[in-house]
C-alpha cells in the first residue's frame, strides 16, 4: 500500500511540473521591450501613387457612408461600386494614364519595401498588440495581426522617422484595435509591405500606407490615416472614413 501512495504522489508531482511547463498558446514570442534601431531608414518613395488614398487592381465595392479624402483608383480592373452614396474627395481614375502609372509605381515601392534589409532589423511574430515600435525596419516570416492591446509607433522626437514592417503573408486587426503616432511619428511615414491581404476589424484606427499583393479589406467603421493600394486584388469597404 505504501509502494502505491508513493507512485501516486510521483504520478501527481509530474501532472504539476508538465502543466507549469506548458506554453502560452497567446504568447507572439516578441519582446516585451522592443530594441532600438541604429540604422536610419529611407522613405518609400510611392512617385505617382502618391497621392491614391485608394488603388486597388480588379474591384473597387462600397456600402455605407465611406468617406475618402484623396484619389480614387482603379487599374486593370472597371468594377466600381458604392460612390455614391460613398463620398470621394478627390479625382476618380479609372484605367486612365493617372491609374496606370500608380500602379506602376505601387509595384516599384512594394518590391523596394519589401527588399530593404539591415544589420538590426527586428523580427515580429503574432500579435503585435500592446508593443510600441522605434524608427526602423521590422520583418515577419508570416502573418501579423493587432489582437490584443493597441500598436503604438515612437519617432523619439523625430518628425522624420520612418518605420517599415515586412510582413510574409496576411495582416488583419480585431475589432476597435488601433494603432497610435507617439513622440512626433507620422501616419505618412509608417508603410506596412503585406504579401498577401490585409483585413481591418469593425471601427479599428489604422495609420500609414499598406502596399498589399492581394486585397484589402475595411470591415464597418474601420478608420485609415494613409493610404489603402493593392496590386492585384480589390479593395472593399463599409462604411469608412480613409484620408491620405
Known amino acids: 500500500m505504501k509502494t502505491i501512495k508513493l507512485l501516486s504522489t510521483l504520478a501527481l508531482v509530474s501532472v504539476v511540473l508538465i502543466s507549469g511547463c506548458k506554453k502560452d498558446d497567446s504568447d507572439s514570442g516578441n519582446p516585451s ?4 534601431q541604429t ?5 518609400v518613395v510611392l512617385a505617382g501613387a502618391s497621392d491614391f488614398a485608394i488603388l486597388a487592381g480588379s474591384a473597387i465595392t462600397s456600402t455605407g457612408a465611406t ?9 486593370p480592373g472597371s468594377s466600381i461600386g458604392g460612390f455614391p452614396p460613398g463620398i470621394i474627395t478627390g479625382t476618380l481614375h479609372i484605367n486612365d494614364a493617372a491609374a496606370t ?6 509595384t516599384t515601392a512594394y518590391n523596394n519595401a519589401a527588399g530593404r534589409t539591415s544589420t538590426d532589423i527586428v523580427t515580429l511574430s503574432g500579435n503585435i498588440g500592446g508593443l510600441t515600435l522605434t524608427p526602423g ?15 503604438t509607433f515612437d519617432a523619439k522626437g523625430n518628425a522624420g522617422a520612418i518605420f517599415i ?6 495582416f488583419t486587426t480585431t475589432s476597435g484595435r488601433k494603432v497610435i503616432l507617439s513622440g512626433g511619428a507620422l501616419a505618412s511615414n509608417i508603410f506596412w509591405q503585406v504579401g498577401s491581404s490585409a483585413t481591418f476589424g469593425t471601427t479599428s484606427v489604422l495609420k500609414g500606407t499598406f502596399l498589399a499583393m492581394q486585397s484589402i479589406t475595411f470591415n ?10 493593392t496590386r ?3 479593395i472593399t469597404m463599409a462604411g469608412n472614413t480613409i484620408v491620405e
Open 33 to 36: 521591450i522592443i530594441p532600438v
Open 137 to 151: 525596419l521590422y520583418k515577419s516570416t508570416s502573418s501579423l495581426s493587432i489582437s490584443s492591446g493597441d500598436l
Open 67 to 75: 468617406t475618402i479624402t484623396g484619389d480614387l483608383g482603379l487599374s
Open 220 to 229: 464597418t467603421g474601420a478608420t485609415l490615416d494613409g493610404r489603402a493600394l
Open 165 to 170: 514592417i515586412q510582413i510574409a503573408s496576411s
Open 101 to 106: 502609372q500608380a500602379k506602376l509605381d505601387l
Open 39 to 43: 540604422t536610419v531608414q529611407s522613405t
Open 232 to 234: 492585384i486584388g480589390e
